[in-house]
């Protein structure tokens, strides 16, 4: 089992930036991949950007080069830092983990990029 509380989301006009944080309950070396989703009003749950345990990334299309993932096995974190923000990004922003058991779901944080 593992509980995920995401943090750092707000309002923030376009082309700003925010660094979003996910702190587990336990510690993440072990898990083999952690991530961020997001699902807008009216849309289906996207994944925004993914790494493994052994540091690969992955990102949604067209969010590398803008989102960057990084997780910190020793705070048990793992954070995405959002740049050049567009009011396309607005979502609620989850927080994923998998053990190759099951996910794992943070509660969400709400990301407004607005003007």
């Known amino acids: 089992q593992v509980q995920l509380v995401e943090s750092g989301g707000g309002l923030v006009q376009p082309g700003g930036s925010l660094r979003l944080s996910c702190a587990a309950s336990?510690?993440?070396?072990?898990?083999?991949?952690m991530g961020w989703y997001r699902q807008a009003p009216g849309k289906q749950r996207e994944s925004v950007a993914r790494i493994t345990n052994g540091g690969t990334t992955n990102y949604g299309e067209s969010l590398k080069g803008r989102f960057t993932i990084s997780r910190d096995n020793d705070k048990n974190t793992v954070n995405l830092q959002m740049n050049s923000l567009t009011p396309e990004d607005t979502a609620v922003y989850y927080c994923n983990a998998n053990d190759l058991v099951r996910d794992y779901w943070g509660q969400g944080t709400q990301v407004t990029v607005s003007s």
């Open positions: 336990r510690r993440i070396f072990s898990i083999r991949a």
